[in-house]
């Protein structure tokens, strides 16, 4: 408990220090949201006038191992049933390792007249990963990205559509742009929304369980957010984004009605060199996002919030970001397919207001050799329902690895996460934890 309450009290004083210092990293909202207004031509900076529509996309593929045991009860009711998803490899959790195209994406951005006034962004998924095949039940949703921004306000843009909303790093940033394969436990599990039906089954008071009932959520909403950055001195600007939503990630289907509403702000420094995730600069951020989710035809309060620095100069890396949440914490994928040589997950939601999980992570990243070897450490925890004594679990995650770069973000990474899962008030459930096992990842990013 104490090294819990340590670990939260660095993580949110390193990350409300430099916010308050007035800092910054890459600006994904508008990144994401706009096309740029100048560029180069000629070694000189223009006004971007080029309306031609540019398409670009990004695959990648690898192979994963997981180095953990497979738990299956030898006699009762659960009989047959795995136990240990974490022992298997996602999205369709069926095999401890194997070859994969995680992502395969195509994309078309650019703006509609040549004053840059309304901007459009499309982004299609082909690949195989929690949008198109959650938990291995086919989503039949392969559009992750449908926006229009218009800028011709003052001091504001309106982005209207399916996009990233405005929140933590970790979900912002640029997919192909991480040499990580996977997410840290924390944003995976508390920010990467699962979804399922309101008639999921009610396995325990107010915690349903049901097989998926659309693509995660991937860090995206359909709905309307203003956005802006400002620079107030030479080198310093400041961001700011509100968004409304549906709450429904990826659908528009929404058993609640209830509007999900997000805030975000971000004080940077620039100094001056690269561009994007290589903009080298440094960052403090915040954000909070609440909403309503419907189970049973109750709607419970989904709310999480969350705080975080970046720092890139010089070749060196440094990221640190804590987040909170209250209230429809996932509680993991369960099989409820007797057969011992068959699987089949479901997402299981604890969504009482009053259930509460944290977690965070702290990254360093260093070129050893500039623009191409590049070697990796991140260390992340989560601590999830920590309000229960039997239901409480505590994941800590150490991912060290390298990166060879050809080009910019085409590259290979080479991850290995030495993993650790407790469940401190729950013996029974500490014999399915202690068969979770390290995972080797080795990924190709191709970008064009």
Known sequence: MQNRKTKKIILSLAAMSVLSAGLHAADWLSIAGTEPSFIKKGGQKIANHNNKPRFWGFIQAGYQKNYGDIFIPAKGPKAGKNLTPF??????????????????????????????????????????????????????????????????????NLRVGQFKYPGSEEGMRAVFASEYRNFSTAGSQLLLERFIPNNAKEVAPGVFQAAPKQSVGAYRDRGIELFHTEKVQ????????GMVGNGTGLSSSSASDKLTYYGYLASEYLFGKGRGYFTQSVKGFAWYQTGKRRLHNTDYTRERYG??????????????????????????????????????????????????????????????????????????????????????????????????????????????????????????????????????????????
Not at 126 to 137: F, I, R, S
Not at 234 to 240: A, D, E, F, K, S
Not at 353 to 378: S, T
Not at 397 to 406: I, K, M, N, Q
Request: aromatic share 12%; net charge neutral.
């Open 307 to 448: 705080a975080g620095v970046d720092y890139f100069h010089n070749g060196l890396r440094v990221d640190v970001e804590y987040i909170k949440a209250k209230g429809m914490i996932y509680n993991g994928a369960k099989d409820v397919d007797p057969d011992p040589y068959g699987v089949n997950w479901e997402y299981q939601i604890a969504a009482d207001k009053n259930n509460e999980a944290d977690g965070g992570y702290v990254n360093v990243q260093y070129y050893v050799v500039p623009k191409k070897w590049e070697l990796l450490a991140r260390y992340d925890y989560l601590n999830r329902l920590t309000n229960s004594t039997t239901g409480k679990r505590e994941f800590k995650t150490t991912t060290l690895g390298f990166s060879y770069h050809f080009k910019g973000p085409t590259r290979i990474d080479v991850n290995y996460a030495l993993r650790d899962a407790d469940a401190p008030g729950n013996p029974k459930a500490q014999k399915v934890l202690d068969n979770i096992g390290n995972l080797l990842s080795v990924q190709a990013t191709l970008k064009f």
């Open 234 to 241: 030479p080198n310093v600007t400041v961001t700011v984004a």
């Open 87 to 156: 022992s298997m490899i996602p999205p369709v959790l069926d095999t401890q390792q194997g070859f994969e195209i995680n992502r395969a994406r195509l994309a078309v951005r650019g703006m509609f007249d040549k004053a840059n006034t309304i901007d459009y962004f499309f982004m299609m998924e082909l690949g195989e990963d929690g949008v198109t095949k959650p938990a291995g039940h086919a989503s039949h949703n392969v559009l992750t990205d449908a926006s229009i921004t218009y800028r011709g306000l003052p001091y504001v």
